[in-house]
């Protein structure tokens, strides 16, 4: 049984720091690995997706040079290091895995679609 927690979530005032953790179990280490987040009335969006074993990874333009996908095979965690943050950066923020391990395009790694298992989510809060 495939399953995935987030933690790390926080309040931060404008330009702090947090990082995110996804740690899973039931699965191999060759996977993608999604980031997405959902701000109150908007629809969930990618943020960001690494290729487990690899270390392939995508990110949405809006986030690109702030935030950083590193993993830890061993825990079979993968940490998402958010800095300069914004407060539209304010959502609740989940993590995805799938089946498919293969070579995949940044549409794809960044779509709901392509995965099949969520995370409960960890909320994020920037103030300005």
């Known amino acids: 049984q495939v399953q995935l927690v987030e933690s790390g979530g926080d309040s931060v005032q404008a330009g702090g720091s947090l990082r995110l953790s996804c740690t899973g179990a039931g699965f191999t280490d060759n996977r993608w690995m999604g980031w997405f987040r959902q701000a109150p009335g908007k629809e969930r969006e990618g943020v960001a997706a690494i290729r487990t074993r690899f270390g392939f990874t995508y990110y949405a333009d809006s986030v690109k040079g702030r935030f950083t996908l590193s993993q830890d095979n061993a825990k079979n965690t993968v940490y998402l290091q958010m800095n300069s943050l914004k407060p539209e950066d304010t959502a609740i923020y989940y993590c995805?895995?799938?089946?498919?391990?293969?070579?995949?395009?940044?549409?794809?790694?960044?779509?709901?679609?392509?995965?099949?298992?969520w995370g409960q989510g960890t909320q994020v809060t920037v103030s300005s």
């Open positions: 995805a895995t799938g089946w498919t391990s293969t070579t995949i395009s940044s549409i794809q790694a960044l779509a709901e679609s392509f995965y099949n298992y």
